[in-house]
């Protein structure tokens, strides 16, 4: 998940600079999950404070895509992509926005 999470919040090849966080490096999102290192798994509350930190809306689905969780009721409005994953088999999936 942090792999993912630098890659859709600081791409490079984004141009504008409101739709990604140019000092989000991996070594703060890991200090954001409370992880030690890369290969850690993260629970959806450790991903809820990374969004509500940074004001990211995520949307969590089950396997049937029934909405499971999400922070939306807090009015985020952002130019960064939404955070949207599948939760399944005790594993989470990320879900590109334009899929959902």
């Known amino acids: 998940m942090p792999e993912y999470l630098l890659k859709l919040y600081n791409n490079p090849e984004e141009t504008n600079l409101r739709k990604r966080l140019v000092k989000l ?23 809820a404070v990374f969004c509500d930190t940074h004001k990211i809306p995520y949307y969590v689905i089950d396997f049937e895509y029934k909405l499971f969780e999400t922070n939306n009721n807090k009015g985020y409005h952002s130019n960064l992509p939404r955070l949207v994953f599948v939760c399944a088999n005790n594993h989470l999936y990320p879900v590109d926005d334009n899929e959902k």
């Open 25 to 47: 490096k991996m070594d703060k999102i890991l200090q954001e999950l409370n992880m030690k290192t890369i290969d850690e798994g993260c629970s959806i509350t450790q991903i």
